[in-house]
């Protein structure tokens, strides 16, 4: 019987690719919009774009072969895509990654100095045995895959990434955690001496940190990402280790992850700490629900500025309504 093909609601048509030569600056974007600026406070983890092409910037150490061995990596298909990938080029030059700087340019231009060999993880809190592990001997026991997200940024715009990494409840399950945590808590790098942004902008709480319910940080979905478009992470897309959850904005996968922590209480994150009506825990992609400053029910394609409807959990909604029902 031929292999007939149902599309997932989340599936995003293959003529709406997002080519990175054309992403858009940030204000022109939020102009066409009806936005206006955003000004100082807008999350870290959504990539931004202009014309000119990215250099990817892995930083003045070469990597490990743990970190390399299993590029290209086997594709689940499980996790498609209904458009082209977005330009790669474009998708480095412009980031959101607050500790390199608040211009969009800042983490593909002044990140070079930051070093990620080695890179050591902590697993702490509410788990069977508390330990810190070599990034490279966690990859060695990890299942890595590449799969295809769109990614939905808080600032209302929208593209497709192919990552590769490992599913995050591959990790929960090496952590052994008790069946009293409730939740998971990140912490990322800090290092003023390699992260110039963390110096000239003081007033923030860092390190980052973010959190999901343990239900989220378990869903198929989420994922440790260590590479992207078939080779390993950039610094400025969050070498070495970051978290991807497609179906919340985001400034919810947070970057260079250095502490994992397990805990029975809702652990305040860098956002929320800093605008809560603006950036709460959730953070989930809601059309019906908008931002303070602007509507979430539009989404614009990075490439053509197309506007589209923004689709409910990102359009992933076969995979986590169930969480919040």
């Not at 994922?223 to 280790?241: D, F, S």
Request: hydrophobic share 35%; charged share 25%; proline share 9%.
């Amino acid at each position: 019987m031929a292999f007939i093909h149902h599309k997932r609601p989340w599936e995003i048509a293959g003529l709406k690719a997002t080519p990175e030569h054309v992403y858009v600056n940030r204000r022109r974007f939020l102009g066409a919009l009806g936005v206006g600026a955003i000004g100082l406070l807008v999350p870290a983890g959504c990539a931004h774009s202009e014309e000119t092409p990215a250099k990817s910037n892995l930083g003045p150490t070469s990597l490990p072969s743990a970190r390399t061995a299993f590029y290209p990596a086997k594709r689940n298909e499980k996790y498609k895509l209904d458009r082209k990938l977005s330009d790669e080029a474009v998708a480095g030059k412009y980031n959101n990654f607050y500790e390199f700087g608040t211009d969009k340019t800042d983490p593909s231009r002044r990140s070079g100095k930051f070093n990620t060999v080695p890179w050591t993880v902590e697993i702490t809190g509410m788990v069977k045995q508390a330990r810190v592990i070599d990034l490279d001997d966690l990859l060695k026991r990890m299942p890595i895959e590449e799969r295809l997200y769109r990614h939905r940024c808080v600032e209302a715009w929208a593209m497709a990434v192919p990552w590769t990494g490992f599913p995050l409840k591959a990790l929960i399950d090496f952590a052994e955690p008790r069946s009293s945590a409730k939740y998971v808590r990140f912490v990322s790098a800090s290092k003023p001496d390699e992260m110039p942004g963390i110096g000239e902008q003081n007033w923030y709480p860092w390190p980052y940190f973010e959190g999901l319910r343990i239900e989220e940080a378990a869903n198929e979905l989420t994922m440790c990402t260590v590479g992207i478009y078939g080779h390993p992470l950039p610094n400025q897309h969050g070498a070495p280790l970051r978290i991807n959850v497609p179906w919340k904005y985001g400034y919810k996968s947070p970057k260079s992850i250095v502490k994992i922590e397990f805990t029975d209480k809702e652990p305040p994150t860098f956002w929320d700490t800093l605008q809560p009506d603006e950036y709460p825990f959730e953070s989930n992609v809601n059309p019906n629900k908008p931002h303070p400053r602007w509507s979430q029910a539009k989404e614009r394609l990075i490439d053509t500025g197309e506007t589209v409807a923004t689709q409910m959990y990102n359009g992933y909604g076969e995979f986590v309504a169930h969480l919040y029902a």
